[in-house]
């Protein structure tokens, strides 16, 4: 399986990391033999049609920025599109930044990919959240997979356990702490007694929240796995625009002490159900499963014939995230085991 | 799918409900269409081989006990070996009382059904807990599948969850409360400061224990699950007599009471690691995910590359446990589809 990677920052890396690492590991075991063939990001690409190998994937990442400047394989200001386009390969792996504007430039590279006939494995929240209906029409209409386990989760994998693990059952409605940004911010206000603006800025000295932090404590992160959860997981064909959103910068050190004394906590909730897809802070009880502390994630998922079901794990991190695109890698070297069969 | 239904108790009665309930929704659009040609307890057997109506087998159960006595279908006293061995089906469905002394009759019904070329279903731990590898042996000898979903976790499928969700990660540790009575007795005792005594009273009154409660808590039940996971999850091949097991009959409310000093409580733990696996009461943070209380279960799958990952449902029912047997008989088909193709 030859592999374009796009972007090249944390995941990126991660992803690479990974690959060399667990080349000659476990991942012989399963028959998958991945070749990353490109590397590319806005300065320019590397190339090598025969797959670049374990140890020159290492030195690529010790030798610093920007990697097209490899005097063996470096491509100097060559466009994503251009490389997406021109090298062959079977799969794009795209990890760019996340843009939750307009979902440039990863919308535009998924989209060249689908139509040049490769599969995309992304961890990119943006172009999901803005057009997912859309972006899953495209590929069908390509007969190419899109997989985007990263976007939910982290390396849990959320997505999967409700495709995989709930099949046979209804889900009837799915309520989670999405983001560790804010489910830091909140366990921390409570249990340090501290307002927003101090546990916001631990959060930023540790570095869980970014600088620019409205993507998480307004509440848009959440928003874009609860956009994705709900068209892949409960089939309901939703955007970004089509959720009620409301963040934690109003919840105060008060309304946490007052939840407390009826053994209740708030928390950042993304819900979908009946009434639509909804992100807002909400009381929860301290023996609800879901009430998970610090950067945890947790989802539940309200079954018809086999009550709630609740996966916490972490929801970040480079290297879980990049695990979690070689979990996609696999399922779709399965997928087109299978099809080949049939 | 011809199947043939061994044991006819709630669990037995709740996998006719499913199949009739649901053959007409869900079932059908996985182009899956299951049909009992035979239920068989001790008393004796009815048979239809063009396979029982929805409305039938609900009938079956209105009835009452025992349905041999059925004037069109009946067979009375007919051996439940001679019912697997003479009726066509590709499926024994084997959900009799568990028996962790010898494991019978249920081993023998397994067995036979092996030999006589059929897949088995199983929800019962005892043949697992005591003949795990070789009963793993015997069907893979006989080229036919074994699965037991609803043996850990009930309806929660958590035996799926690592099978199919971790794939491409790897799993170091397992680590769960797996027994529901215990964790509503340890629960009780911390929650309303009461004693052992008083809270297994409590228990047997609402029906979360039994009269003779030592299999829950002297910890056998969830030693079998500790077995199961352990062969089936880490491929390491232990049997009952391999696990260190000690029950939560010497837990006191002092013992709960200290370790709530320390924001800690105390839970029956089931252990799978390199030292083996070990069932013991054992302190556990508050803010561990695994920390759940009333009847509810929890499992923590300790992974190499995506950190620790929680799974929490209700780990017993009737209607959670059948809907176990109707996705193992998924897997079943979906697998046989797989084959046929290859």
């Excluded at 190339?47 to 400047?69: C, D, M, T, V």
């Amino acid at each position: 399986m030859r592999i374009i990677l796009v972007g090249y920052g944390v995941v990126g890396k991660g992803v690479t990391t990974i690959l060399a690492k667990r080349y000659t590991e476990k991942i012989a075991s399963y028959g998958f033999s991945p070749k990353v063939v490109a590397i590319a990001d806005v300065d320019g690409a590397v190339i090598n049609p025969r797959g670049f190998s374990p140890e020159k994937l290492e030195k690529f990442k010790q030798k610093g920025y920007p990697i097209s400047a490899d005097p063996d394989f470096g491509h100097p200001s060559m466009p994503v599109l251009e490389v997406i386009e021109s090298v062959e390969a079977e799969v794009v792996v795209e990890v760019t930044p996340v843009n939750i504007k307009n979902a440039e430039p990863a919308l535009s590279y998924i989209t060249k990919a689908f139509k040049t006939g490769k599969h995309v494995v992304t961890t990119n929240k943006g172009p999901l959240a803005l057009a997912m209906p859309a972006l899953t029409e495209l590929a069908e209409h390509n007969n190419v997979f899109l997989r985007f386990s990263g976007t939910v989760g982290g390396g849990t994998p959320m997505l999967e356990f409700a495709k995989r693990c709930l099949a046979g059952d209804k889900i009837l409605a799915i309520q989670g702490i999405l983001n560790g940004t804010t489910n830091y911010i909140l366990s921390e206000m409570g249990q340090s007694h501290i307002s927003f603006q101090e546990a916001l800025a631990n959060a930023q000295k540790l570095g869980y929240a970014e600088r620019e932090p409205s993507m998480d404590i307004d509440g848009f992160d959440t928003a874009c796995k609860t956009v994705i959860l709900s068209n892949w997981i409960m089939g309901k064909k939703i955007t970004l625009k089509e959720v009620d959103i409301t963040g934690i910068r109003e919840v105060t050190l008060e309304m946490l002490q007052n939840a407390a004394k009826n053994r209740n906590t708030i928390k950042l909730l993304g819900t979908i159900d009946d009434n639509g897809a909804i992100v807002k802070p909400a009381e929860v009880s301290w023996t609800n499963p879901l009430c998970v502390s610090g950067v945890l994630n947790a989802v539940t998922f309200q079954t018809e014939y086999s009550a709630d079901q609740t996966l916490i794990g972490r929801g970040a991190g480079g290297i879980e995230t990049a695990n979690a695109v070689l979990r996609d890698l696999l399922d779709i070297r399965h997928k087109l085991a299978s099809k080949l069969l049939s």
